[in-house]
């Protein structure tokens, strides 16, 4: 921690600093500048607690933590890139995998035959909403426990692996029964009651970024996942509120390089959500191959225009299929690059 | 609903649009421009689903409703002011009421001495946190029932009501059994599954807006609670995140202001999480009652300098006596202006 | 300056870093942390340049300036606040300044008639825009040297002062002749080679916050005024921009309270810019007085629905005296406030 | 323009607004919807002041246009890309343009040198900064008419064409007497005064998004140059300004997609700026590539760590050669997908 002491702190102020740092286990290093005094405090202990202790000391300016406030997560912790195993596929391996599908299950013709396009496309999981978090209390909410089981139907059909929301503690149970990966939306990513819960279960999870979360804060709630016993967590960048009203979300494409310097968690990105927009899907999508994420999740139905929620943003299946195809050349980068990158850290 | 064609949307288009208009029970109004065709859709119908089908149509630019999203929080529904009441206080009615207390319940003799101490000042309604949402795994997270019946204790003590947070659905009913009033925190503000929970509680609900959601977001919320049973919400403006960081969060005071012109429930304002820097707290205190708010949510603690959380942002038991003295002349004005308001309706 | 390294910097790395800060002329104090070891730089130098070259070296995390970058608006630097004197008003004083007037002069008959009427009601300063900073070339762009003329005439008709923008360095001289306040706008705020031709100019400067803007940011453009001669700097809080699109603009009024900790310099509040609403200016004109601004800066037209700019947010001429009536009991809190705290520093 | 009377409007309200319109030479049509009255306005006249009129009228809720408020710059106006041509480069054309060099000129050695290096690596475009835009008075200002002779000297010494930043109406001559490209920087993008000047110069525009500036606002500001007439204007997405701090800005680079949608300008990505650091540019790089964007705009400086500005994010020479190979297979693909989207158009 360092902290800084207003300019015209008293010496007993300054004190009183050096104490209570002392308390908290930790070692003082005073630095008298031209300006104003700087305190740096050196150990183990309770950062937390110390540094709000601090900051409400009279005569202190600020203080700030140096070291992360993350452990399991990061690459300090572990070196080699956590690799998610589901049935059929591996999220931060060797393999870019995309995950498709309606946003919401409707009904079994709708989602079996999603399922069977976009595997036929090279698909490896499928995604679907069974539980829906909607702004108003008046629009669909979801098949709930129907929608999971046409989406185990469509698995059975399609060897597809299943992604789908989990918006409540009462239901980790039910949809963990159902789902290769449970996903916790963006509006729940601080839902805190809920990610201790997932962190006491097996499934692996697909933690989506806040709309207003930093980088840190979806890291944070990555930790308490792992901290609560569940390693297997996918980060998902999918846009964060701005002020451009251009796209739904403004896509923080950097989050995903970031991401990957810090943690070695896989990444994927979202491109439906992030723009909104159907007819910039494919892009973002190559792009999202070409910054170095893990994987897609990518919003498809066989009906954009009768979709229950978001028909705007959904690829229809041929798009879908075309846009697949646009993005061969740039996984066949990706994949070099990752080998290239294996090869060098034997 | 008011649908815009793109530019060059062809003949087809334009009579798929209507087609689907008619599907969802609306009449179709279209009006050729100079450079497209627009199409009102008028009548009562399933808007969101209409509108979701429409935006995902060929040809069509955008279609954006017309009428508001919420029916029971708004003014057009219920004209009166809704008066929230509980133990010794009525928040939304002739009185600007005051809450006050530490971030956490951290032991008796702590949230006694600030109970007795902000009740002398006036305020009506204790704070403190007994289930506290942190960003770290590893942060003081309350101390839960234990809290809970510290609260009770210094009810009992000072006549005080107790607004505390519940985190999950699962402390719904412990929560009640203890709180008069209930607070859903920001990160929580789109937790659907406990909105809903809490709407078929009759306790008072404390919403407050979460640091990325919009005014209207948020009176979605709390038609949430309302629709599902639970009319006694009050609003609270907190301060929303954006690019500036000398402050915690930026306060978006206005929004108080905007609220009173859409709805009839009670806005507060919180001060506290809106700086983050208690001395700039008297200040906005002031600018809150001015703007029209209800009341405050402020955090005050004996010795922020030991709090276990949100200490720079606490005020001293003196500062808050000081800081009530000096909202005197200002809620004086406030009070006149209610009964004027309210003689000009009758 | 505190650099953190990061935590598996080599020797050579600290080494190099160390060598380079005393290259710059100041002292090092290297501290080993448990994670990292951490250097403070202490002494007077050139910090950015010292700055930019630390955070480019290998092995460093991130260099952070402690001291603030600002002097001359510093209330380090001066303490007592400084006071903007035109004829018939003194801004940063003891009396509450209310500055209004319509967007754009758009004839003599407007411009005279709300300058009377605006009088009337109690402002001591006559806004009106002759140049015209519009987001769209085909907009109205003002009526220039005519306008600026036209003002001339309201002032000598009421004896109100005139402050209008100026929007380019070349304009300079002719809008100094007939404004009494230079008003930089929001999207000029970073404009330097201005700023840099109006701390040459004598006459006050009126320098509007930057939608996007930084406090720091704001303070270090009236630093470039005052750095290059002109000491007469009124800054102005008027809405950043967010998320938020029930209002034109978040008015950050916290910002008000953060400023009179940091500046000597006069602060006032625009709430038909911060707003662009009509209906909610009233409400966030009495919020400013409550918080501590120095002034006001008010649209006002004769007959808004026909003003060429700005007509939804401009006040009509009799609700601008009804709001200056509300605002009276405030601005005698006000003035009383302002004399204790006169008297307490004598 | 569709305006949406209040729900309570009145008939004379209503009325009045038909008036008004018609008054502007519009059409009205007027709808009669189960909450409030809706009234199209079709035609051709001045929107802007139209709207502004109407959303100051009583009873109006608000006014929207629905045609683009530009003309010249967009993809109705003129469907075949804009080809923006310099001595030895095409930005828009059928090579993808990557611009690099220095942050600032500093001196003789370090522009040639890094011109050289730069060139040699397949650069078409030596970027430098004479004049500097600095948040602070202190900071270093550029070379100025000095380091305009430098990068004069350096494009004679590779070929390479120039690109610099001009900051002021007052150094237009100056600047294109030497300068290729002409740099709108990111704080002038809504100096009118600047863009109009530029508009009556011949050199092409590399026009910067501003911080906080929308897509719409970035395309109005190219129209004030097209529209005064220049059609060479070449757009730059660089980073908005968001609550997010792990980089310096954030990349909005869906932006691309969506200009590549609404223009027939160039679009370039400057992954310096958008991440500010060092380590995360090639990332960005490759994804401006993917995403469909024309070219890069890049820092490269020999010895970031003694650069006087952005050392931080400025890449060394020899990483610079490593991410032009890097990018060589992207480019492989861009290159393809114009010719084929060359081809489909013939």
């Known amino acids: 921690m360092i902290i800084s002491m207003r300019p015209h702190a008293t010496r007993e102020e300054i004190e009183q600093v050096c104490e ?25 202990g309770d950062v937390t607690a110390c540094l709000e202790s601090l900051e409400a000391m009279t005569g202190v300016e600020n203080a700030v933590r140096i070291s992360a406030p993350y452990k399991f997560v990061s690459k300090e912790f572990k070196k080699e890139r956590t690799r998610v195993r589901v049935d059929g596929a591996e999220i931060g391996g060797d393999e870019f995998v995309v995950m498709a599908g309606p946003c919401s ?42 929608g999971l089981k046409l989406l185990a139907k469509a698995r059975e059909a399609t060897g597809l692996a299943i992604v789908t929301e989990v918006m409540s503690e009462r239901d980790v149970e039910t949809v963990a029964e159902y789902a290769d990966i449970m996903q916790v939306g963006a509006r729940n990513m601080q839902n805190f009651a809920l990610l201790k819960t997932l962190g006491k279960c097996r499934r692996p999870i697909l933690l989506k970024r806040g709309m207003s979360s930093t980088i840190k804060e979806l890291l944070m709630s990555a930790e308490y996942i792992t901290a609560h016993g569940n390693p297997n967590v996918i980060l998902c960048e999918r846009g964060i509120r701005t002020f451009e009203t251009a796209t739904r979300n403004t896509c923080d494409i950097t989050a995903v390089a970031v991401l990957n310097e810090l943690t070695h968690l896989p990444v994927i990105l979202d491109p439906s959500h992030a723009t909104g927009k159907r007819s910039l899907v494919p892009a973002l999508a190559r792009a999202a191959v070409a910054v170095g994420a893990d994987g897609l999740l990518v919003e498809v139905h066989p009906c954009p225009e009768k979709a229950i929620s978001d028909g705007a943003q959904s690829l229809r299946l041929e798009r879908f299929h075309s846009m697949m195809r646009e993005l061969e050349p740039y996984i066949q980068i990706w994949k070099e690059s990752r080998l290239t990158a294996a090869a060098a850290t034997v």
């Not at 908290?24 to 740096?40: P, T």
């Open 20 to 44: 209570r740092i002392r308390e908290y286990g930790y070692k003082v290093h005073s630095i008298q500048g031209e300006e104003r005094v700087v305190i740096a405090a050196v150990g183990v």
């Open 105 to 146: 299950v409707e009904n079994e013709k709708q989602i079996i035959e999603t399922a069977e396009s976009v595997a036929a496309a090279g698909a490896k999981v499928l995604r679907g909403g069974a539980f829906k978090p909607r702004t108003s209390p008046y629009d669909f909410q979801g098949l709930e426990l129907e």
